[in-house]
T-cell receptor, first 117, second 110 residues
Framework: GAGVSQSPSNKVTEKGKDVELRCDPISGHTALYWYRQSLGQGLEFLIY????????KSGLPSDRFSAERTGGSVSTLTIQRTQQEDSAVYLC???????????????FGPGTRLTVT | LAKTTQPISMDSYEGQEVNITCSHN???????ITWYQQFPSQGPRFIIQGYKTKVTNEVASLFIPADRKSSTLSLPRVSLSDTAVYYCLPVTSGTYKYIFGTGTRLKVLA
């Protein structure tokens, strides 16, 4: 079956512009995650959705970042007034979700490489 | 949240067993620990997960001591294709944050 897809694969934007990144999770996966990875660095957690709900938005780096998920499927991560420090690869993952204390395997997309000039 | 730490890098030779340790705190009895592998320009890929003692699958083993303050990923007989960055992910119940470990860059030498 199809994996997690993200679009665009690459995005170059000018400082101060808004950008929207899209994630299509695996069909049937109720949990969706966004991460950021700067060049040569580790994975920075941004936000988690269970269905359309994001219980904790405190991982978003600033109020310029927002995310939504509609219909329990597609999610968009929006960055307003982009800054050079926003340049990174933005990774999306999906999973079957949580059941009790168990953790389900996250399936990652290929990422969107964002470059702010 | 306490930081989850891993050694920055490790070198190994083909055919050797490699053990990568992840140090984490505040893991409850039934919380899971998951490990991922990441190649350059790709998203991470799941390797193994467990919540107690020892788990083994076709590619790795995961050891979790009784105090649950660390876990060890064991890769038997590594090959050149195992050169990658390895991340642990302790999943703490009651939180909606997924904080990966700092990552270990494994280089397998011929």
């Amino acid at each position: 079956g199809a994996g997690v897809s993200q679009s665009p694969s690459n995005k170059v934007t000018e400082k101060g512009k808004d950008v929207e990144l899209r994630c299509d999770p695996i069909s049937g996966h109720t949990a969706l995650y966004w991460y950021r990875q700067s060049l040569g660095q580790g994975l920075e957690f941004l936000i988690y959705f269970q269905g359309n709900s994001a219980p904790d938005k405190s991982g978003l780096p600033s109020d310029r970042f927002s995310a939504e998920r509609t219909g329990g499927s597609v999610s968009t991560l929006t960055i307003q007034r982009t800054q050079q420090e926003d340049s990174a690869v933005y990774l999306c993952a999906s999973s079957l979700g949580l059941a009790g204390r168990s953790s389900y395997e996250q399936y990652f997309g290929p990422g969107t490489r964002l470059t702010v000039t | 949240l306490a930081k989850t730490t891993q050694p920055i890098s490790m070198d190994s030779y083909e055919g050797q067993e490699v053990n990568i340790t992840c140090s984490h705190n505040n893991i409850a009895t039934n919380d899971y620990i998951t490990w991922y592998q990441q190649f350059p320009s790709q998203g991470p890929r799941f390797i193994i997960q467990g919540y107690k003692t020892k788990v083994t699958n076709e590619v790795a083993s995961l050891f979790i001591p009784a105090d649950r303050k660390s876990s060890t990923l064991s890769l038997p007989r590594v090959s050149l294709s195992d050169t990658a960055v390895y991340y642990c992910l302790p999943v703490t119940s009651g939180t909606y944050k997924y904080i990966f470990g700092t990552g270990t860059r494994l280089k397998v030498l011929a």
